[in-house]
């Protein structure tokens, strides 16, 4: 199921549409944060922790250097170390108190600080050395994006349709089907493992993108590094499915 997974990036439509644009870039980086990141919060010793969460934080300034979008996993990351300290107690019959107490010392904060450690360290280094401060252009570039929308007037309501139109002619439409019915699946399923927890970050930071109304227009290129992080939802209505009944749903 991975594979054919994996294979899907290779037909998404908006790969071939953006190539040759800096946007085609965009999602392996978005994909190699998460999984640093995600690693250093499973890996067991502190110099591991130490060295992904360094890894993780400066995949993610080279990111923000590169485009304000990647902001948008700065709540992806949060939510699953949310959620994944929260599943961990799972298995304890513990009182709701008690429970929040072991969930929050199982927070990863050795890897969550080392990460901001690393962007905070990377972001002063270029400022000292080369006089560029990054968060005041980081700023004026959140304002410049509010002007566009004051002397391109949209109208909410329309866009919100507009934008998921967009994401399935961009993703494909029989994958954007089977996302779909992956996130279907994921809602039918409470006792959730820790690959679900991710995918369950992943749809709730972009329903926030979507209806926040700070996207309206270009969602194929904007949205574009989200992507590969969708795709694994592809592969729920394959889970658990015997192969030849998994094999006739890829066919279809």
Known sequence: TSWWIAGLW??????????????????????????????????????????????????????????????????????????????STADEQLPLHERLRRAASRLPWLTAGISQLAVVGWTGLCWGLYDLNLPAVWAINFSKH??????????????????????????????????????????????QNRCQLMLLAVVITWGLLWVSGKNMGEAARLWLFLYPLMLPLAGIPFNGKPVGQARSIWLA
């Open 146 to 191: 509010a002007e566009f929308y004051d002397h391109n007037a949209r109208t909410y309501g329309l866009w919100l349709p507009a934008n998921l139109i967009e994401l399935a002619f961009s993703l494909g439409l029989p994958t954007f089907l089977l996302v779909i019915a992956g996130v279907i699946g994921l809602g039918r399923n409470p006792d």
């Open 10 to 87: 290779c037909v998404c439509p908006a790969l071939t549409v953006f190539i040759p644009k800096s946007d085609v870039l965009f999602p392996f980086l978005s994909t190699s944060i998460l999984a640093a990141y995600a690693w250093g919060c499973r890996v067991d010793g502190r110099a591991g922790q130490i060295a992904l969460g360094l890894l993780a934080g400066s995949l993610f300034w080279l990111g923000m250097f590169c485009s304000l979008a990647f902001l948008a996993l700065l709540p992806l990351l949060v939510l699953w170390s949310i959620l994944y300290a929260w599943q």
